[in-house]
């Protein structure tokens, strides 16, 4: 979302999806959707917006399997690697 809306409505937009979350649940949204925050903005400051979107998108499938988001696993928050 950071690739197409400023920050602060993606902020806005991400947290206020997440406000009926909660627990590990909520967390771990949070968490993986601020560092997704953090890797759109800094494709959009290099690329065009549809260049920017797809290395966004390739990072977080990257990130998934070597363990820089968070996942679920028995009911608590681990790397999603793990």
Excluded: P
């Excluded at 690329?47 to 990257?62: D, F, G, H, L, P």
């Amino acid at each position: 979302m950071e690739v197409f809306v400023d920050h602060e409505t993606a902020y806005e937009v991400a947290t206020r999806h997440e406000s009926q979350s909660r627990g590990v649940d909520k967390e771990m949204d949070l968490t993986n959707n601020k560092k997704g925050r953090e890797i759109g903005r800094y494709y959009k400051a290099r690329y065009s917006k549809a260049e920017a979107y797809k290395k966004t998108r390739s990072w977080c499938k990257s990130h998934v399997s070597t363990g820089k988001l968070w996942i679920i696993k028995n009911g608590r928050l681990v790397r999603s690697n793990a």
